[in-house]
């Protein structure tokens, strides 16, 4: 499966973006789906997943309350909606996904990612 992230940019602390993961290749509906995040000179960090029906998300502690994972299966496409922006929230963002059952954090488990969308938030 390929995985296009985009939606990415400059907003302002206290600002919203959309972030959208579309996929080609095969149905996400096989898939949990993640999205990590990178900041600078940092490694991967987990922000959020979903399970393949939905029906479960697990989100960092960081961004719990203001960020909304989504998956339209017959769009083949994850969002991410983030809310109440912090400059530390600035990082490229990447969607990810694995062909396991259950929701994964740790990076190396996900086969399939994206080329990653940057957000930057200014103070």
């Known amino acids: 499966v390929q995985l296009q992230a985009s939606g990415g940019g400059l907003v302002q602390a206290g600002g919203s973006l959309r972030l959208s993961c579309a996929a080609s290749?095969?149905?996400?509906?096989?898939?949990?789906m993640g999205w990590f995040r990178q900041a600078p000179g940092k490694e991967h960090e987990f922000v959020v997943g979903?399970?393949?029906?939905?029906?479960?998300?697990l989100y960092a502690d960081s961004v719990k309350g203001r960020f909304t994972i989504s998956r339209d299966n017959a769009k083949n496409t994850v969002y991410l909606q983030m809310s109440s922006l912090k400059p530390e929230d600035t990082a490229i963002y990447f969607c990810?996904?694995?062909?396991?059952?259950?929701?994964?954090?740790?990076?190396?488990?996900?086969?399939?990612w994206g080329q990653g969308t940057l957000v930057t938030v200014s103070s």
């Open positions: 990810a996904a694995a062909d396991v059952r259950g929701i994964l954090t740790t990076p190396g488990l996900y086969a399939y």
């Open positions: 979903i399970s393949r029906s939905g029906g479960s998300t």
């Open positions: 290749g095969r149905t996400i509906s096989s898939y949990t």
